[in-house]
């Protein structure tokens, strides 16, 4: 259900920060191309038969061994006249538990509001680091599907006390290649920096204006940013 206790308050605070907030958005990218610059991360496209973990099920749907995650699956389409062709198959990804999409926020006296912005690499990357929202994934991943480690800041959206939730709503990811896939969009602001449990060393606090000037330029800006940024 969505949720907006809090979203008229901070549009009050977005609007008071502007006459102090930094524009400039050179010290982000400096930053994330020395951030760049320092990680290990390299992806190959490779065969799917090559694909450790994966593998097709009797109707040639491929499924990860753990059944979470998403598959890849078939759909056929009756289209009628709405579409360029009045029926088509394709591949579709499978994922109905979705996920969650989430920005931090805080406001201090010297920056006014700033979002915390994550440098994430992602196989697909051009560049491999995007600035991505603080908290990016599935419900298959904060279950620890993958036996690794915990994703980054959930820990934020479970505190009991030191944050308010700004709006959350449910968005349908891109329904031409997710098929009835919903995510939990957030903006948590944060009251007590100290719920941040997680490393930050790929994270950054940027401006709502220096974040506008990051996404006129090319591969920098996740636009799951823009998506969560739009309500406020």
Not at 84 to 107: F, H
Not at 204 to 217: G, H, K, P, V, Y
Request: glycine share 8%.
């Amino acid at each position: 259900m969505a949720e907006r206790a809090h979203l008229e308050w901070f549009r009050e605070r977005i609007a008071a920060s502007l006459a102090i907030e930094s524009r400039d958005p050179a010290p982000i990218l400096a930053w994330c191309e020395e951030r760049r610059r320092s990680i290990e991360f390299r992806a190959d496209l490779i065969g799917l038969d090559q694909v450790r973990d994966w593998s097709r099920d009797a109707q040639g749907n491929v499924r990860h061994k753990s059944g979470q995650f998403f598959g890849v699956e078939g759909v056929r389409i009756e289209s009628g006249d709405l579409r360029e062709v009045k029926s088509w198959d394709q591949p579709i990804y499978t994922q109905p538990d979705g996920g969650i999409l989430g920005l931090i926020a805080r406001e201090t006296a010297e920056n006014g509001v700033e979002f915390f912005l994550h440098a994430k690499a992602e196989p697909g990357n051009i560049g491999i680091l995007q600035l991505g929202p603080s908290i990016q994934s599935t419900w298959s991943n904060i279950r620890r599907a993958h036996a690794g480690k915990r994703p980054p800041m959930v820990e934020v959206l479970t505190a009991e006390a030191g944050v308010r939730i700004v709006y959350r709503a449910e968005h349908n990811e891109e329904g031409g290649r997710f098929w009835r896939k919903s995510n939990d969009n957030v903006v948590a602001f944060l009251d007590d920096e100290r719920v941040i449990e997680t490393d930050t060393t790929m994270f950054c606090w940027a401006s709502l204006s220096q974040i506008r000037e990051l996404a006129l330029m090319d591969n920098v800006l996740s636009p799951f940013v823009k998506t969560i940024l739009f309500p406020l």
